[in-house]
Each structure stands twice: as C-alpha cells, then as structure tokens.
C-alpha cells in the first residue's frame, strides 16, 4: 500500500499532505467492494492511494453503465459534486481490485479550497479529466459499435491492470457495457479469430495494442 506522500507528492502541498495524513480515515476494500452507493449520502470523499475504483451509472430497469476508472493520485469528481453540495450520489464506485483510499471528511473538503492552491488546482483538474472520460463513454455509447466498445475496453482493463491477460467473464463484459452475454460473446469469437484475442477459461489474453 502507498502512503499519502507517495501517492500525491507533486501533486499536492506538504503541508496539505500532512493534513490529510491527521485527518483522512484509510479504508481498504477488496475487489468488488461497494465504495460508494447510488442514492447515498457522501459524507467524505475518496482519495485512491493505490488499486482501483470502477464508477458506474445505474439504472433500475436498464442495468449499469461503465463511466470511468480511477487510479492511484485521483478522485471521484460526482463524489466531490455531493460532499460539497450535500447531495445524493448518482452513481456506484467499486473496488476495481485491492483497494486503499483516504477518506477526507466533507467539512476539509470545502475548507482546504480556500487554504490550498494545490488542493483548488486538484479539484479543477479532476473534474476537467473526468468530464473528458464521461464524454468519451457518452461518445462511445452513441457512435462506435459495440465491437469497438469491446476493444476499448478490453484495452482500458489492459492499462489498468497492467497486464494483458484478464480474468473476467463474459458477463462481467456485458455487464459494464451494458449489453448482452450473447452479444458479448459473439464478438469475442470474433476478435479471436482475428487473432486480436485469445479466449482461456474465465480469461483473455489481448494481443491488440
């Protein structure tokens, strides 16, 4: 597990890294875990110290929808949007894999706007990237087809993982990209008969680049 300092050094200040070292509650979830909930109030906000946070869209009738990753250095930019405005979450955080976080209590991070350049300059920064990637996913979703969708994603889950051999389900696919196993398994076949895939049991190898 990466500490604070050297997770956010060149990031943030010193003297804000130390506050965050007094005040921060350090949470560790395996993978899987729910980070945060739809419909819950948010009454810290996650800084990622090491491992990987899935943000997901959920709908009752419509199933979930991937909108980002998170990874060592950021943080959830619709979770900070709640703290600061003492709203409901809109979307799910799970643990991508063995996770750490700092939780920062919402008091800290309205305070701190003022207090730290580094931690406005952070938050701004936050939300410019993560608006970039859910417009990417909105993008995706409305012009690329779902062949495409699965190779981008199978390259983000490369990126992420650093490793190009994947243990996930078809339906672990299906179910990010919100589509069916079917589908989703009938492209795959596909791709590895392009030799962009290899298909091992309850993993893929991605040969594409």
Not at 3 to 14: K, N, V
Not at 45 to 67: N, W
Not at 76 to 81: E, K, L, N, P, V
Request: hydrophobic share 40%; aromatic share 6%.
């Amino acid at each position: 597990m990466l500490s604070i300092e050297q997770a956010y050094t060149g990031i943030l200040e010193p003297e804000l890294i130390a506050e965050i070292a007094e005040n921060a509650h350090i949470k560790t979830f395996r993978e899987g875990d729910l980070i945060i909930d739809t419909n819950q109030y948010i009454k810290a906000m996650p800084l990622l110290l090491d491992g990987a946070i899935k943000i997901v869209r959920e709908d009752e009738d419509k199933g979930e929808l991937l909108l980002y990753y998170l990874e060592k250095g950021q943080t959830c930019t619709m979770s900070i949007a709640c703290c600061l405005g003492n709203k409901k979450s809109e979307i799910r955080a799970l643990a991508e894999k063995t996770t750490t976080v700092a939780m920062i209590p919402n008091e800290l991070v309205n305070l701190w706007m003022g207090k730290y350049p580094s931690w406005r300059n952070f938050i701004i920064s936050s939300y410019s990237s993560r608006m970039d990637e859910m417009l990417q996913a909105v993008d995706s979703l409305a012009f690329s087809n779902m062949e495409e969708r699965i190779i981008n994603y199978l390259k983000a889950k490369v990126k992420l993982n650093d490793d190009r051999i994947l243990t996930l389900t078809h339906q672990d696919i299906a179910s990010d990209l919100n589509t069916s196993r079917v589908v989703v398994s009938r492209i795959l076949k596909k791709l590895e008969q392009e030799d962009k895939i290899v298909l091992l049991r309850n993993e893929i190898r991605v040969l594409v680049e």
